[in-house]
């Protein structure tokens, strides 16, 4: 059985970094694109950072564009969110997924969509 654990959220105050971390255990996911998504309460859940399978290809959202920066360490299955700069609006509860389709610029959110999801990490920001 497939599991993606986040961890490494918290609450932090504007201006401020914190690193995420999407630990796979169950399989290897070298092969699979990686996904950070992230949902605010009431608002729909939104993209944020792509990798592709050979860590050499990535895509961010225009709002973390610059500050947020995903890796991938195959020796650990583990799949990395740097955000620096965070602000208020950052604040979200942030989703590893997997999919072994190509990675997506802009990809679809419906979870059907992809193979496997986390239950997330909760990242605050407070001004």
């Known amino acids: 059985q497939v599991q993606l654990v986040e961890s490494g959220g918290g609450l932090v105050q504007a201006g401020g970094s914190l690193r995420l971390s999407c630990a796979a255990s169950?399989?290897?996911?070298?092969?699979?694109?990686m996904y950070w998504f992230r949902q605010s309460p009431g608002k729909e859940r939104e993209f944020a950072a792509a990798i592709n399978w050979s860590g050499v290809t990535t895509y961010y959202a225009d709002s973390v564009k610059g500050r947020f920066t995903i890796s991938r360490d195959y020796a650990k299955n583990t799949v990395h969110l740097q955000m620096n700069s965070l602000k208020p609006e950052d604040t979200a509860l942030y989703y590893c997924?997997?999919?072994?389709?190509?990675?997506?610029?802009?990809?679809?959110?419906?979870?059907?969509?992809?193979?496997?999801w986390g239950q997330g990490t909760q990242v605050t920001v407070s001004s």
């Open positions: 169950g399989r290897t996911l070298s092969a699979y694109c």
């Open positions: 997924a997997a999919s072994h389709r190509a990675c997506y610029a802009k990809p679809p959110i419906k979870s059907h969509e992809y193979d496997y």
